[in-house]
């Protein structure tokens, strides 16, 4: 029986061991939203896929959905933000992200813009040195997030700030004045997931 083979770009949201060599890997990916994929042999020293689907990284991807999941079998890297492993405010950041839309994403639901705000707040985020600047890049991830799965709500007096983003130095200059009261919008739209 041959299976359909999906060919995606995908964003490494997390990864857990699995048997011996093995890893799960949660890919966000463009074309079928979150999926939780099966990589064999991928911790052992000669395979080839390991720097390619390490947490943060950028990929595409090939996909086959088996009897029993999804089964990755190939990857070449697009970008790994090696900035993002080598700052820890940043690492932190880009790891408490990924974390939080791994829990918000419910199932395989496509969403580019998701996809691209993501993408593109990794690039902006590997770019910050200075600690505010990386604090308001935190707050303009959470709010897109927040937004595009629905869970930001009437909160439409601070909407105006994120609508128009394009992941600048621009975008951030907005974030700052306003940082307490999207604070407690973020806090807001987190309660009313419920996880």
Known sequence: ?????????????????????DRLLYCYTRELGLV??????????????????QLFSHA???????????????ATPIASFSEL?????????????????RRLIQGEERHELL????????TLLSTLADRESQKDAELLLVVRLLDALGYWGEQKDLLPVFS???FSHEDLA???????????????????TQL
Do not use: C
């Not at 939780?36 to 689907?53: D, F, G, K, Q």
């Not at 820890?88 to 990924?98: F, K, N, Q, S, V």
């Not at 996809?115 to 990794?122: A, H, Q």
């Open 85 to 101: 492993w080598s700052h820890a405010g940043r690492r932190r950041i880009a790891a408490e992200h990924l974390h939080l839309a």
């Open 60 to 74: 595409r991807v090939d996909l086959i959905r088996g009897k029993y999941g999804w089964k990755l079998i190939s």
């Open 174 to 192: 907005k974030i700052r004045p306003m940082r307490t009261e999207i604070v407690a919008g973020v806090n807001r739209a987190l309660d009313s």
């Open 36 to 53: 939780v994929a099966h990589a064999r042999s991928i911790r052992e020293n000669r395979s080839r896929l390991r720097y390619a689907l």
């Open 1 to 21: 029986m041959s299976h359909h083979i999906y060919h995606t770009e995908a964003i490494i949201l997390g990864t857990l061991p699995s048997g011996e060599g």
């Open 164 to 166: 128009s983003v394009t």
């Open 115 to 122: 996809f691209d705000d993501m993408l593109k707040g990794l």
